[in-house]
């Protein structure tokens, strides 16, 4: 592993030559095994992005197709339309109550999982990453089975007096989905960090006269903020541009951001104003992803 | 980073609650995916209906041929996805956690960007970018440009997964290897690479079954006769549904857990630390 | 003799930081020498080059004679133990130590054969099948030196490798060691910040400080005659009251009073006189005192700490504190705090440092 520099043996004594181009032999190295990588992400990732902001800035001529030429803004002044605006506030207050609801059914359930013994935390991880590894299709398609009319979740309410129920085609359906698809990844990040607290830091809080809510307030949560900073983004974004779910589980009464971009290239073919939605999509994800990793967050 | 103590149980009704709250979580996981099963034997035409018990609709699943032919689709789609992102996607890690060198820090973050992309969004770049493409060659939409896509958002999956754990590896073991007379070939095929195997492992897995997964990404680049399952289910799911897709959702269900349950054991049967 | 590792003028630049600074250093073969300073003074640094680790920015590096400075480790006739030992995980404990043996081509059966001889010669023979993470830490520590040693190294280093076990055992450890250098003859190359390890089992020891080498010398040397304020002060208990040079034979305190000294500072140079708790005496001013003209100084005492073995009193000299360490004696013998006391010390007892503060 001797480095060769132009084809002559080098000087056994150390130089400072030869500390530097020992580096930069290391950095080329590191590139090498980088770049296969590096090349297929700008070619195949990095330059559709390209695409897309581009075409956003596209007309749609009169038979559906895109004229490049003459850029212009008019797509993104119909983001300001009213149908528009609904559909975008529709989704941002379903992500966000599906963040909500995941943050709280998961914080309690982490903290669980952190106080058992390893062995069940461990087995209580995979169990709950099994149906992480299950189809996602498959999983959003069994709450279809039970809200339906006369599913099973209606014979319960029938049977408990409520009477029959169809949540199917419902916000709430699309919710109850989105939430049942995007547990995991809320319960994952607070488990890792709340399984990092040192369990003495709540003790000496208790021993300083701190109830057991006032403990959480003070100390388990400020501690946890990554964990919910990391699981929050995790779903929230997920959840804005969700399309399987509110296609399988919603109706056509309520379309959502994801939906509505899938229309305007399946059917109304208006590239360049489903580009201009992605790409305000687009930046709202890297937003978060900002605001997250400015704040030091860990990586995924 | 203060050792983690482990965090002791809180006393009261605080406690019952929580372990209440734990289980009806489980149960939330687990009653769709039973109720799946079971209504997939249901002898009726309303899929959320019990009619008597029946094999039909897994016999109709074995005779239908288009079904068949999208499910080998999504296997071939899948294999070959995986591993050219885990081959990739190692090379990623590997450079990232052992190298310094120019372009770092853009790299990173790149390698980041489909991990939090939406589908929508990757669904909308491919299909506008192939599309530009098809202006300047001639190519059919097909198995290339799913597979190039899916290897686009897996490699960074791989990534992740492999780099996690080469974080958690010493570097020290790799010097050690070279203290005890390994070159640096050696050094990574006997010390690094069996460290790492339960990440790339892990991660090839997990680039598996985003490929088998993926619906709006594979639906908008897709050509003839290249429907993979999930893209061929959501299709009928939204024309009519017959109980037929609960017997394929079941079978593909099967075939996850016998995929992660293969992996365990693999993982198993290596006893790395 | 060739001596086992010679460093000429070797300086190790890591950006703007200089951890090693120019440091000239020879270790005899069949020498257990010791590399002791604090945290950060560059001794791993220095351990890490010689073993390959890292290349020094400048400089010789020789070994056996042959300059090595450039050549990868594995191209070295040196192999480390390492701190944390770095133990691969996924080995037994016999593929742990015929790992290098492997490396160098030797077949499977003969490597096997002689890991097994020296995870004899370590006492670990019957676990040879165990994974690291099986074993206790003095245990892992055994299959590191064998997985080492295995290899028939010209000069076997270790970081460090006592530091994460228990006293009891590093002290057995130290003496294990020890033994082992003297029967295989090889020059063992030894970091630690741990001066009394260093002390004990060291044939010579190098003291380090911010990159540079203060000192090298046997353990008497360094104990009787620091070079400078900072072994001195390293190296076991003193104290250093500073003082100005008269003459070679006298210093001046701060407070004017003389002392004798010797020394070849010149005079007006500031100095500090190194005194250890052990060499001074104590006693109450009201008893009597050798009169043979030996300095005496005279004060108050602040502090009475019972050690077992002996008494430390803190005495408070109008413009320092010094520590006297004196034979335990029944307490109504002892001097007892704010008692008036006289200090004095035996001529030749002192020894003087240059360097002020």
Redesign the interface.
Known sequence: MRTRIAGVQPPRQATPEFEAANLRQRKRRGLLMALPAYTYLVTFFALPLLVVVVYSFATRNRFGGTDLSGWNLDSYQQIGNELVRQVLVRSLILALITTALCLVISYPFAYFMSTRKPVVRNLMLVFVMIPFWTNFLVRNYAWYVILGTDGPLSRITEFVGIGATRVLFTQTAVVLGLVYGFLPFMILPLYAAIERIDGRLLEASRDLYASGLQSFRHVLLPLSMPGVVAGSILVFIPSLGAYVTPEVLGGAKTTLLGSYIVTQFLSSRNMPFGAALSTVLMVIMLTAALVYFRRGGRTL | ??????????KGI?RH???L??WL??V???A??V??VI?SFSDNR????WGGLTFDWYRDFADNEPIKGALTNSLQIAVVSTLVAV???T??A???E???????KV?DA????????????M???????FA?LAQWFEFTKGFGTIV??H??FN??FV??VV?ARLAGS?E??E??????????W?AFR??TL??IMPGILGGA?LAF?LS??D??ITQ?VTGPGWDTL?VF??GL??KG?TPL??AV?VV??VA??L??ALSLFIQRARS?? | MTPAVELGGVTKRFDEVVAVDNIDLTIADGEFFAMLGPSGCGKTTTLRMIAGLEFPTQGSLRIFGDEVGTLAPNKRPVNTVFQNYALFPHLNVRDNVSFGLRMQGLNKAEAARRAEELIDLVQLSGMEKRKPSQLSGGQQQRVALARALVNEPKVLLLDEPLGALDLKLRQEMQTELKGLQRNLGVSFVFVTHDQEEALTMSDRIAVMDEGRLLQVGTAEDLYERPANRFVADFIGHTNLIDATVVDSSTIALANGTRVAGTTSEAAGTAVALSLRPESMKIGRSTDAVPGDGATRLSGTVTEVTYLGLAIMYKVAIDFIEVDVRADAVPPDDRLAVGDTATVWWEHDAEWIVPGAQ
Do not use: K
């Open positions: 980073m203060a050792t983690p103590g482990n965090i002791t149980e809180p605080t609650l929580l372990r709250n734990s979580v489980f939330f996981f687990y769709p995916i109720i799946l209504f309303n899929v959320g209906v081959v990739l996607g090379l990623a590997l450079a990232l052992r190298f310094t060198f120019r372009g770092r790299f790149l390698l980041y960007l489909p991990i939090i992309i939406p589908d929508v969004t669904a909308v770049m491919m299909l506008l970018f530009q190039i896509s290897i686009a490699i960074s990534s992740v780099r010493d020290r073991l010097e050690a290897a070279m203290d005890l007379y390994a070159s640096r050696q006997y010390v069996p460290l897995l079954t088998l997964d619906v709006v908008f999930p289910v959501f799911i939204r549904v897709i609960n959702s593909m269900l996850s857990t995929l992660v790395t630390d």
